[in-house]
Nanobody, 128 residues
């Protein structure tokens, strides 16, 4: 079983920054390659892709709405993934979820249906 725990959400003014963290815990993590992704869901809207990073960390992908403002990265032990969010806008307000997907091909995925495990989410609120 894999557990994902997000942290770092909060309230910030437009133009500000937040850094989200997601820690993955499982006894088998060290031998299984996982792609990690961040998604978000605003009230009344579907869950949408934000960013993803491959197991090696060499490949990343971003939604057009966050390119140039958000950066996804992995910790050295690869158990933690970060989402650095800069120049935040009110439309970035949502619950942010991290997810992982077992992948031996070091691939990226942008559909929530492709991911295997999810965290509980962390609220990000950007005031205008």
């Amino acid at each position: 079983q894999v557990q994902l725990v997000e942290s770092g959400g909060g309230l910030v003014q437009a133009g500000g920054s937040l850094r989200l963290s997601c820690t993955c815990s499982t006894r088998t993590f060290s031998i299984k390659p996982y792609t990690m992704g961040w998604f978000r869901q605003a009230p009344g809207k579907e869950r949408e892709f934000v960013a993803a990073i491959s197991w090696s960390g060499e490949k990343t992908n971003y939604a057009d709405s966050v390119k140039g403002r958000f950066t996804i990265s992995r910790g050295n032990a690869k158990r933690t993934v970060y989402l650095q969010m800069n120049s935040l806008k009110p439309e970035d307000t949502a619950v942010y979820y991290c997810a992982n997907k077992y992948s031996v091909s070091d691939s990226l995925f942008d559909s929530p249906d492709e991911y295997d495990y999810w965290g509980q989410g962390t609220q990000v609120t950007v005031s205008s």
